[in-house]
């Protein structure tokens, strides 16, 4: 499976961005889809996940997302994370991660630089 993110930018805080991640090749054996961040010299962390997909979809969130954004996926297994009221401290690169029962794979990472 190949993940493929889009929509990295940079905004001003209280801004707005949209991110993409397509997954292609065998998306049925996807179970689970979430996004994580990386800043600089920190380490990587999970910000919105979605499991059970057939089943309707369990999300959970990082506290310091919660209430601003937003993950879905389609039945293609391709996500979006909505990302709104954002704040200087979200900037880093956001990775899509697409995990099957035996494997897991990562997108190539996408760049949200927010400004104060």
């Known amino acids: 499976v190949q993940v493929v993110e889009s929509g990295g930018g940079s905004v001003q805080a209280g801004g707005s961005l949209r991110l993409s991640c397509t997954c292609i090749?065998?998306?049925?054996?996807?179970?689970?889809v979430g996004w994580y961040r990386q800043a600089p010299g920190k380490q990587r962390e999970m910000v919105a996940h979605i499991s059970n997909m057939s089943l309707g979809g369990s999300t959970k969130y990082a506290d310091f997302v919660k209430g601003r954004f937003t993950i879905s996926v389609d039945d293609a297994k391709n996500s979006v994370l909505q990302m709104n009221s954002l704040k200087p401290e979200d900037t880093a690169v956001y990775y899509c991660?697409?995990?099957?029962?035996?494997?897991?794979?990562w997108g190539q990472g996408t760049l949200v630089t927010v400004s104060s």
């Open positions: 090749g065998s998306i049925f054996t996807i179970t689970a």
């Open positions: 991660n697409a995990e099957s029962a035996v494997n897991e794979y």
